[in-house]
């Protein structure tokens, strides 16, 4: 992972901190930091065979493409994930569908996820993620039930988790928080909307809500509410299946995982860590969270918070340990957006150092993203 821009003593030390080596031969030391200011980076790499292990180069931005090269004695990487990143495995069709409990299922494509319950009277189906594909999902339901899609809920409006509900029958109920239907109605105006995912123009909801709506439908019943907090966005809503005992709720954790970059989109930190608490409330046996290869629970809700509780902690110490008047007398400070630059990287790096070693062998792509959701914690605490 690259931090251009980073200077030469905030790359050395963290470096250091990691307790990596360089594998590309150049002596950077907390004592020697000879890279000029705004001209280094940081890059995990695979060194050769004879090497062995993961190692950390830290090379200048002017060898950085040579680096990259397929020429170079290592290629790009980043810690391999550990068995328990994984969970469904995938059928020949590029898909797997499960039953959860009581005519409950899952979808999964390895990166999104779609819930469905049958009723005896239709589908309620929650969700369409273009990269699982409308068709996939026809099928998948298919596979299980002769019923007809009757009922579409959307968890919120981002189209990479509804851009492909344009598949589903246009005379179905579409529901939604009315948050995410007024900016749905805004969103679809632009003519690009999914098309940057696989998606396309969907189907507005029909029916809304503000605080909580319970539909019964059939033999099954799904009860839909609102955060207290600002969850991911406005309008992104719990579905709980009170029979099954099952919570759908999105983007906030990602089991086995960290988090998707920068928290994966959050528009509101404080709302973002206060929503785990809500969701260990429901006591539901499984969690739906939108993303990846497997199902989660409330020890992964508590994993999530446990790590956000130290990248807080880090990104803390980083703001009270960084002086920013030691970066200005680097860079100077007649570009005020370049020392700034250089001091926020230097808050990453700090943060990162301090958090990575715990966590990269605990939650797969921590070594990845952690650096952003350092920013994110350390600009919250901030400015919030």
């Given at each position: 992972?690259?931090?251009?821009?980073?200077?030469?003593?905030?790359?050395?030390?963290?470096?250091?901190?990691?307790?990596?080596?360089?594998?590309?031969?150049?002596?950077?030391?907390?004592?020697?930091?000879?890279?000029?200011?705004?001209?280094?980076?940081?890059?995990?790499?695979?060194?050769?065979?004879?090497?062995?292990?993961?190692?950390?180069?830290?090379?200048?931005?002017?060898?950085?493409?040579?680096?990259?090269?397929?020429?170079?004695?290592?290629?790009?990487?980043?810690?391999?994930?550990?068995?328990?990143?994984?969970?469904?495995?995938?059928?020949?069709?590029?898909?797997?569908?499960?039953?959860?409990?009581?005519?409950?299922?899952?979808i999964t494509e390895g990166v999104y996820q779609v819930m469905f319950?049958?009723?005896?009277?239709?589908?309620?189906v929650v969700d369409a993620p273009p990269n699982i594909g409308g068709?996939?999902?026809?099928?998948?339901?298919?596979?299980?039930?002769?019923?007809?899609?009757?009922?579409?809920?959307?968890?919120?409006?981002?189209?990479?988790?509804?851009?492909?509900?344009?598949?589903?029958?246009?005379?179905?109920?579409?529901?939604?928080?009315?948050?995410?239907?007024?900016?749905?109605?805004?969103?679809?105006?632009?003519?690009?909307?999914?098309?940057?995912?696989?998606?396309?123009?969907?189907?507005?909801?029909?029916?809304?809500?503000?605080?909580?709506?319970?539909?019964?439908?059939?033999?099954?019943?799904?009860?839909?509410?609102?955060?207290?907090?600002?969850?991911?966005?406005?309008?992104?809503?719990?579905?709980?299946?009170?029979?099954?005992?099952?919570?759908?709720?999105?983007?906030?954790?990602?089991?086995?995982?960290?988090?998707?970059?920068?928290?994966?989109?959050?528009?509101?930190?404080?709302?973002?860590?206060?929503?785990?608490?809500?969701?260990?409330?429901?006591?539901?046996?499984?969690?739906?969270?939108?993303?990846?290869?497997?199902?989660?629970?409330?020890?992964?809700?508590?994993?999530?918070?446990?790590?956000?509780?130290?990248?807080?902690?880090?990104?803390?110490?980083?703001?009270?340990?960084?002086?920013?008047?030691?970066?200005?007398?680097?860079?100077?400070?007649?570009?005020?957006?370049?020392?700034?630059?250089?001091?926020?990287?230097?808050?990453?790096?700090?943060?990162?150092?301090?958090?990575?070693?715990?966590?990269?062998?605990?939650?797969?792509?921590?070594?990845?993203?952690?650096?952003?959701?350092?920013?994110?914690?350390?600009?919250?605490?901030?400015?919030?």
């Open positions: 992972m690259l931090h251009p821009s980073v200077p030469a003593r905030g790359i050395a030390a963290f470096a250091l901190a990691l307790s990596v080596t360089a594998t590309t031969g150049l002596a950077v030391t907390a004592s020697n930091p000879e890279l000029p200011p705004n001209a280094g980076g940081h890059v995990a790499f695979c060194p050769d065979g004879a090497a062995g292990g993961l190692a950390t180069a830290i090379v200048p931005e002017a060898d950085m493409e040579a680096a990259m090269t397929e020429d170079s004695v290592a290629a790009p990487c980043a810690v391999a994930p550990g068995p328990d990143a994984y969970g469904a495995q995938l059928g020949e069709n590029g898909y797997f569908v499960g039953e959860i409990t009581d005519g409950l299922y899952w319950l049958t009723t005896g009277e239709g589908v309620i068709e996939r999902i026809l099928s998948a339901i298919a596979e299980v039930t002769d019923e007809p899609i009757t009922h579409v809920i959307y968890s919120h409006t981002h189209a990479d988790h509804i851009g492909a509900a344009g598949a589903y029958p246009p005379d179905a109920e579409y529901i939604a928080h009315a948050d995410t239907a007024a900016q749905l109605k805004t969103s679809l105006q632009n003519e690009f909307w999914g098309a940057f995912v696989g998606g396309g123009p969907v189907p507005l909801p029909t029916t809304t809500f503000e605080d909580s709506l319970t539909l019964e439908v059939g033999n099954q019943v799904l009860e839909l509410s609102i955060p207290s907090a600002l969850s991911h966005e406005p309008g992104n809503i719990f579905v709980y299946a009170p029979a099954q005992n099952v919570l759908l709720h999105i983007d906030i954790v990602f089991p086995g995982w960290s988090p998707f970059k920068d928290l994966a989109q959050a528009e509101d930190v404080p709302g973002y860590l206060a929503v785990h608490d809500e969701i260990l409330a429901f006591g539901a046996d499984t969690i739906i969270t939108g993303h990846l290869s497997q199902l989660g629970t409330n020890e992964d809700v508590e994993i999530n918070q446990e790590y956000m509780a130290d990248i807080i902690a880090a990104a803390s110490n980083a703001l009270q340990s960084t002086d920013p008047n030691a970066v200005g007398s680097v860079t100077g400070f007649a570009n005020a957006w370049l020392f700034f630059d250089t001091y926020l990287d230097e808050l990453t790096a700090a943060c990162e150092a301090e958090v990575v070693p715990k966590w990269a062998d605990r939650l797969a792509g921590s070594d990845i993203f952690t650096g952003d959701h350092c920013y994110k914690i350390y600009m919250s605490l901030r400015i919030d």
